[in-house]
């Protein structure tokens, strides 16, 4: 999707991720207090996840000065990281693996793929783009698209059946690459 210059859109998380609080925003804004409006803030979330509550907060509050993310799954904060400093490679390696995915037309040679790509990401010294592109094609192609590791810190949802799921879902702005 391209956007023109001016135009608005609304940042959504980029992965699924258990404890989500997409679903709760008008709830939880209902909680906020007042005063958010009426100063600059720092935002802290100790627990980011899929970051809707953050996506929220600053398209709510343009007063935000500062915002300060964490979670203890590293895989999920190298993922941020990889966005914020080298979106182009990862938008391309996410083309290419949507690319090699979906022209596979059986069930089973795709969840041959995943599989393998689910092992490559529990086993193999990657470069950081290369994780953050597997980590977003297994969410994507999983099972519920979730994120769950074993008690052994491996990745190990099961191979979802999608016929045509979308692996790499970005915007550009006009310039921007």
Known sequence: MIFAKGETFTAKPFIKWV?????LLQQLECLMPRELCEREFTYIEPFVGGGAMSFFMLQKFPN???VV???INSNLTDAYKVIKNNAEALVNGLKLIEQDYLSISSEEERKKFYLEMRRCFNEEQLESIEKVVLLIFLNRTCFNGLYRENSNGKFNVPFGRYTNPTICNYWCP???F
Request: charged share 30%; glycine share 22%.
């Open 69 to 71: 993310i964490n979670d």
């Open 64 to 66: 935000i000065k500062r």
């Open 174 to 176: 006009l310039n921007m």
């Open 19 to 23: 404890g989500g609080k997409g679903q």
